[in-house]
């Protein structure tokens, strides 16, 4: 099951990293600080974390520690982007199914950093023990 569930998360992280590569200058306009300040910064940083988190829970090498970090950067992103509370009128149903599948996939990734990869993983495989052996870190 965990294995299930890194293989369903990580392609959003990955497909939203190389959007924000392949637009680089909308996402840093996007930003706090615009394209020409700190939002350049910030979209750095979104896609370095994008990308390398999403590679290392698609693998499972530092699973935790990849799903914590997208947790936190989801909370955050979810806060910036999918305050349906401030939306428009036209735009609070749409800001409000964002918002709440950003929820149940924070919940997916708070289940990924507590159980750890699974089984299926290159952290797994490159653990010392007895083969075979299941595990869940």
């Not at 200058?25 to 700190?38: M, Q």
């Not at 979810?78 to 509370?85: A, D, G, R, S, Y």
């Not at 950003?102 to 990734?109: R, V």
Request: glycine share 14%.
């Amino acid at each position: 099951m965990l294995l299930f569930a890194r293989v369903a998360i990580a392609p959003l992280f990955l497909y939203s990293g190389i959007g924000k590569v392949l637009a680089f200058s909308v996402t840093a306009g996007r930003l706090p600080g615009g394209a020409d300040g700190l939002g350049v910064v910030l979209a750095v940083g979104a896609v370095a974390v994008e990308l390398g988190c999403g590679t290392a829970l698609l693998l499972g090498l530092f699973a935790r520690q990849a799903a914590v970090v997208l947790l936190l950067f989801t909370i955050a992103a979810t806060l910036m982007f999918h305050n349906f509370w401030a939306a428009p009128e036209a735009q609070v149903v749409m800001q409000t199914i964002n918002f709440l599948k950003n929820l149940g996939l924070l919940g997916a990734l708070a289940l990924i950093g507590t159980y750890g990869p699974g089984t299926y993983a290159v952290q797994t495989a490159m653990r010392p023990g007895p083969k075979g052996a299941p595990g869940l870190s």
